[in-house]
């Protein structure tokens, strides 16, 4: 399984975890993102399979961040996962408004993590 991941996480140990879960599922195509300005750079490199989105990012959030990058021609198929330690029902409500496909909340757990990825890719074709 060949799959394309973009990571839009400003902390590090986040950033870290979710590399090293990544790598453990086999993903290792992966992209880092900091914030909207280094998101928008990454999609310019083709498409991704994956893009897990923190929702607290500097200057735009990761929600704002979603709307703005639906619309790019390299995003349309990727499935988004918002990854956030907001996980009320209204939290998880805005995520899918905002054109979230998954969510998964922080403390990010492996097992939930592995399941959502299966259901993405599944949901996308692959």
Sequence with gaps: MSVRALVVEDNQVNVRLLLALLKGKGITDIEIAE???QA???LQTGAFD???MDIQLPWTDG??????IRDHPL???????????FSTPEDRRKAATAG????VPKPVRR???YRVIDEQLA???N
């Design 123 to 125: 949901e996308r074709g």
């Design 63 to 68: 929600l704002q961040l979603t709307k703005a």
């Design 50 to 52: 994956l893009i897990f």
């Design 35 to 37: 914030d909207a300005n």
């Design 75 to 85: 995003v349309r198929k990727s499935r988004i996962i918002a990854v956030t330690a």
């Design 100 to 103: 979230c496909d998954a969510f």
């Design 40 to 42: 928008f750079t990454a």
């Design 111 to 113: 097992e939930e993590l």
